[in-house]
């Protein structure tokens, strides 16, 4: 069995969604996972979201496009990445209302802002980015 065997295999059967690049050193050394990594990414397995964070992928049956392949969207991606590097975050005001149940307002993209100021990856799914520090 290849590396690349190994690795498809590996993102096909696990149930998280979002991946780490340290999550295969077990496979093979660094540069042998960033190659086989960047060979999934191109077959249509994995998007690229950030340095070293990827999410399994999916065709979308309605644009044709590759998709985040995560029930909770690209909100959900954020949250699993954030919580993948280990960052404390918040989420803005009307998310948080709106999950309290103060407000009836649903918002149209949650915005995941990082609680410290030394943080400075930038994660993006689609147009949708974790915010910086205010």
Known sequence: MTIQDRLQTRVKRSKRSVFLRSDFTDIADYDQVGRGLRSLVQEGL?????????????VNRITGQLMPDNPAGNDGVLIEAMERLGVDYKLDDLSLKNLSGESTQIPANVKIIPKSSRFTRKIAVGKQRVNEVR
Do not use: M, P, S, W
């Open 46 to 58: 994995l998007l690229k979201i950030g340095y070293g964070l990827y999410v399994r992928a999916r």
